[in-house]
């Protein structure tokens, strides 16, 4: 393999939008430097409960939510569950503007879609009963006296396509359905209920993990602060807990430090976060662990295809490039994905040399600095300082853009202890550098 075939390869194998699927061999545990994070304690929850739970996973967007939830849809299949899985962002809602009846619509047409042996009856029902409501913005002519189950969902299908990709029809859709989004739960439930009687392959149990939700920024609604996340997942809670079977929903990780957090957890019981992969200590100092876990995220992208180069030698041009690459991710897989497909476009031979991962660092850098309001570099200050958060909304939006990262340390006495700090590559920012070198205001 000469190397333009090995960068073309490594590039593809570090696809940045790619979950690994359950049992990929790319796959690196990563729960030592997580905190001991370990999504199975979802699964576990939702085995031991005897009744229908409702639960919230949350982290950093592009952090490896998406392959720990295959990871965790593997273990649930392992122990008697049939689990519909589903990225709600890539076909059925826009995250720039998600409601509620978006997320509804979506649920029940994956459900449909994968619990297809089941008597759609109930939802059948409920589009003859309403479809004099709907009609007009599916534009679709049907015979409502022999509606087959191909043909109900092809009907939601159509109502969520819609809502994803056309606006104009979007407000339309959520003005009609609204009103009965209360007897869509009810019929969708009932056909819940019937697939649970007939789970395939002798399954025992039924869940249902909605992705993507994650990545819905927070909008302020009115004078009071109240988000659209308020409205989502707190508004309509009891509709999003009202499936009849196990659900776990995505989140937005601004919405784990709201003055709301109280209510989630009385809701949804203590919401799991994943945290970035440490990089860092609280002292700054480099944490070997998690930079090891990182090259071992590399490495085996490499070994897909070859297992003969080493990272340090072969690949990088020498062990200070890949630290330096490694550190500057964050601890973010995504982040590190795209530093990795970026040095490689400024790259035409083997080793890839320290000037292109360097103008890769620069580029993002550049990202960041433009993501920073004038305003905020003086809290990005104080957070490298302290390494702690307020419970503000600048520092919630900074979270969300993955300005601030969150870390967890373990600590056998202590349990799991939380901290913050500025995304590495904000560092050599230099509007960061100055807030950081002057006193912050009294």
Request: proline fraction near 4%; charged fraction near 30%.
């Amino acid at each position: 393999m000469n190397d333009e075939q090995f960068l073309d390869n490594f590039y593809n194998a570090c696809d940045p939008f790619e979950p690994l699927p359950v049992g990929d061999p790319r796959y690196v545990d990563c729960k030592a430097v997580r905190g001991n994070e370990d999504i199975f304690v979802l699964g576990k929850k939702l085995r031991r409960s005897r009744r229908t739970a409702c639960l919230l996973y949350s982290g950093h967007r592009g952090g490896g939510k998406s392959t720990e939830l295959l990871k965790l849809q593997g273990y649930l299949r392992q122990h008697d569950f049939f689990v519909v899985y589903f990225a709600a962002d890539e076909e059925d809602v826009d995250t720039e503007d998600t409601e509620y009846t978006d997320i509804l619509l979506a649920c029940t047409k994956h459900l449909l879609r994968q619990l297809k042996n089941t008597n759609a009856q109930p939802l059948r029902d409920w589009l003859r009963r309403f479809w004099g409501d709907i009609k007009d913005v599916l534009d679709t002519e049907i015979d409502l006296d022999s509606l087959s189950a191909e043909v109900v969902l092809s009907q939601f299908v159509k109502l969520t396509a819609n809502i994803k990709a056309v606006p104009s029809q979007r407000r339309k859709i959520r003005d009609r359905v609204n009103p009965h989004t209360v007897t869509l739960i009810e019929a969708l439930n009932q056909f819940i209920e019937t697939a649970k009687q007939k789970l395939p392959d002798g399954k025992a149990n039924l869940a249902v993990i909605v992705d993507g939700l994650d990545r819905i920024p927070p909008v302020i609604r009115d004078d009071s602060g109240r988000t659209n996340h308020d409205e989502i997942f707190l508004d309509r809670s009891e509709q999003l807990k009202g499936l009849a079977c196990h659900v776990i929903y995505t989140a937005p990780i601004s919405m784990m430090y709201s003055r709301r957090a109280t209510d989630i957890r009385d809701i949804y019981s203590d919401p799991q976060t994943l945290p970035m992969i440490k990089v860092q200590n609280q002292d700054n100092s480099l944490c070997t662990e998690g930079i090891e876990a990182i090259q071992n995220i590399i490495a085996e992208r490499v070994h897909t295809f070859n297992d003969n180069l080493s990272l340090e030698t072969d690949i990088f041009d020498n062990p200070e490039t890949l630290q330096g690459l490694c550190r500057m991710s964050g601890g973010h897989v995504r982040n590190l994905m795209l530093l990795i497909q970026s040095a490689i476009d400024e790259t035409e031979t083997l080793p890839i040399p320290r000037r292109a991962v360097q103008i890769a660092i620069t580029d993002a850098r550049d990202t960041y600095r433009r993501t920073v309001e004038s305003d905020q570099w003086q809290l990005l200050a104080q957070v490298h300082r302290d390494k702690q958060i307020r419970n503000e909304d600048q520092y919630r939006d900074l979270l969300f853009n993955r300005c601030i990262l969150e870390y967890v340390d373990f600590d056998e006495d202590k349990g799991r202890i939380l901290w913050y700090d500025v995304h590495p590559l904000i560092r050599g920012i230099l509007q960061f550098r100055d807030a950081l070198d002057s006193r912050p205001h009294s």
